[in-house]
């Protein structure tokens, strides 16, 4: 699948990991949305790449992931090695 970027993200006391990681790909879309419509990055999350498109497609790729299999579902159904 390849490399994500590293993020600090807040987290509230009552959160899951799922909230977390909601918030990681909320921030990374951002990141995403901005750069394939030119929009400044200033007051967004830094990404450790280039603001390129192809970048932004990688990542985008990345964050369907995450979205689809680990936030947008009941966290009971994934498997644990914990």
Known sequence: ????PPAYLAFEQGDTWQDALAGYVTEM????DAVRNGDPLDELIPVNVAPTRE??????????????????VDPESIESDV
């Open 55 to 72: 970048h932004a497609d990688m990542l985008a790729t990345r964050v369907a992931f995450l979205r689809d299999r680990l936030v947008e």
């Open 29 to 32: 879309q951002e990141w995403v």
């Open 1 to 4: 699948m390849g490399d994500l």
